[in-house]
């Protein structure tokens, strides 16, 4: 079961900690990642761990990169949200047999990742009850 703790250094500053002891230092700060960026964080680096192990048994990638972006909304009904999420694959195989072969998984990693294997994109797709408790 995933689990992580999170501390407040100071106003606006905090620290997460995962069960293996890494931590993550997140906030409001310009130098710091936002709890909404963590969101597209995990996101993207969700399903392109599934991606990349599905296309990189084919060819190791020359470039990998994907870029999460997302328009947040201040809406009246139903609070602060995001919509229109996108995630942009920009992937480089090289030239040859196993390159191709990569290039032809690409479209079918992504969307096994989305339609299946990516815990992070698959709990914001569908209904994710969350409960809160107070110690």
Same mark, same amino acid.
């Given at each position: =079961?995933?689990?992580?703790?999170?501390?407040?250094?100071?106003?606006?500053?905090?620290?997460?900690?995962? =069960?293996?002891?890494?931590?993550? @230092?997140?906030? @409001?700060?310009?130098?710091?990642?936002?709890?909404?960026?963590?969101?597209?964080?995990?996101?993207?680096? !969700?399903?392109? =761990?599934? /991606?990349?192990?599905? *296309?990189?048994?084919? %060819?190791?990638?020359?470039?990998?990169?994907? %870029?999460?972006?997302?328009?947040?909304?201040?809406?009246? @009904?139903?609070?602060?949200?995001?919509?229109? /999420?996108?995630?942009?694959?920009?992937?480089?195989?090289?030239?040859?047999?196993?390159?191709?072969? %990569?290039?032809?998984?690409?479209?079918?990693?992504?969307?096994?990742?989305?339609?299946?294997? !990516? *815990? /992070?994109?698959?709990?914001?797709?569908?209904?994710?009850?969350?409960?809160?408790?107070?110690?």
């Amino acid at each position: =079961m995933p689990h992580v703790t999170i501390t407040r250094e100071q106003l606006g500053s905090y620290i997460a900690t995962n =069960m293996a002891g890494v931590q993550i @230092e997140f906030g @409001e700060g310009e130098d710091q990642f936002t709890p909404v960026e963590l969101l597209l964080v995990a996101l993207g680096g !969700c399903t392109g =761990m599934d /991606v990349d192990y599905l *296309t990189s048994r084919r %060819a190791e990638p020359l470039d990998f990169e994907i %870029a999460v972006d997302a328009e947040k909304l201040k809406d009246p @009904e139903q609070g602060n949200l995001l919509q229109d /999420v996108t995630v942009t694959f920009r992937l480089r195989f090289p030239q040859g047999q196993d390159g191709d072969r %990569a290039r032809t998984a690409l479209p079918t990693a992504v969307a096994r990742s989305h339609d299946r294997l !990516c *815990t /992070v994109g698959r709990s914001l797709e569908v209904p994710t009850p969350i409960t809160n408790h107070i110690e």
